[in-house]
């Protein structure tokens, strides 16, 4: 297909981070034909409209907590676009943080883990439904990055699609349309350091040693960037496949 006839798509992508941002998904959707709108959380979001319009909308991590309404309260704003997103049936991907946001929208609950923060690297153990999504793409062995103290249920309508040790619901899809990662597959190698800046106060009291996961990246983030590019792309494919990009 000649792109010369295909449209610029639109995605609008929620940050509440200015470090955590679309990481490794952002060069597949740039060479996917995407037009990519930040809007920084805290900021006014985009009109309800525009959010039901967009190709695809995407809501990353953040150090927040879902049930944290009475601090933040632009959270209400937040999960009001997701509702409409969600009405709309189109396409939405949810890290971290957002996927939270968006299985709380869906009916499920949002609690701290028990086990405390799961922060560093580990494969997921795939669900049989799991193998047999874009998410097999990452096979058995390629470890993604965890950083989260929070957990999410899996909403009725939805499918489990991932597991950790420490964290039984790691990831869930409904449908072609919607795909929610607690695990931070986006996560770019080149800017750990700025991620354990931005992190510091979390790391020093969960007592991450800082060495080891410098070492956890550069062992598997080549490896994880390359798996995490063929599983956004496959997701893509199917998730677009019902739409018209032609002019």
Request: glycine share 8%.
């Amino acid at each position: 297909m000649n792109d010369v006839n295909l449209r610029r798509k639109k995605a609008i992508v929620i940050r509440h981070l200015a470090f955590e941002d679309l990481g490794t998904l952002g060069p597949v959707l740039h060479n996917r034909n995407y037009e990519i709108r930040y809007v920084e959380a805290g900021d006014p979001f985009p009109a309800l409209p525009d959010v039901t319009q967009a190709d695809l909308v995407v809501i990353l991590g953040g150090p927040i907590s879902v049930y944290e309404l009475g601090r933040y309260p632009f959270l209400k704003d937040e999960m009001e676009l997701i509702h409409t997103r969600l009405l709309s049936r189109k396409p939405m991907i949810g890290i971290c943080l957002g996927a939270q946001l968006i299985a709380k929208q869906l009916g499920a609950e949002v609690l701290p883990m028990r086990q405390g923060k799961e922060i560093g690297f580990s494969p997921l153990k795939l669900t049989a439904e799991g193998r047999q999504s874009v998410l097999g793409l990452l096979g058995v062995d390629v470890p993604v990055l965890h950083w989260h103290g929070d957990q999410f249920s899996v909403p009725p309508q939805a499918t489990l699609l991932a597991a950790t040790t420490h964290c039984p619901q790691q990831a869930f899809s409904l449908g072609d349309s919607l795909l929610c990662l607690q695990c931070h597959l986006e996560f770019d190698a080149g800017v750990l350091e700025k991620w354990l800046i931005g992190h510091a106060c979390e790391l020093h009291m969960a007592d991450i040693n800082l060495h080891e996961l410098r070492g956890q990246t550069k062992l598997y983030g080549p490896t994880l960037a390359n798996a995490a590019s063929r599983v956004f792309n496959a997701w893509l494919d199917q998730a677009e496949k019902d739409l018209e990009w032609k002019i």
